[in-house]
């Protein structure tokens, strides 16, 4: 059963939610790894927990073989080491 929710704030950019709530101007639902920071830190709080969804897998979808460029390949590796630093999975 949800709950219907009439927002008097709506954001399209996770850098705008994440200000608005540094601000105090509520709640939002966001991805762990995207506040993981704040919330180490100490200035984001979870709440209802007990609500949370189940964890999403994470994935960088290119090109492979031989056209993929080093650009392509080197930001694939940057991406996969931070993500596996910011959850804790190195």
Not at 52 to 57: C, F, I, L, Y
């Amino acid at each position: 059963m949800g709950i219907k929710l009439s927002p008097r704030l709506q954001m399209n950019t996770n850098d705008a939610i994440i200000e608005a709530i540094e601000a105090n101007w509520g709640l939002s639902q966001i991805l762990s790894f995207q506040v993981a920071p704040f919330i180490s830190e100490g200035r984001f709080r979870l709440v209802l927990e007990e609500y949370e969804q189940p964890a999403m897998p994470i994935h960088i979808v290119h090109q492979e073989g031989r056209m993929v460029s080093s650009k392509t390949r080197s930001f694939v590796d940057f991406a996969v080491e931070m993500l596996r630093q910011e959850l804790g999975q190195n």
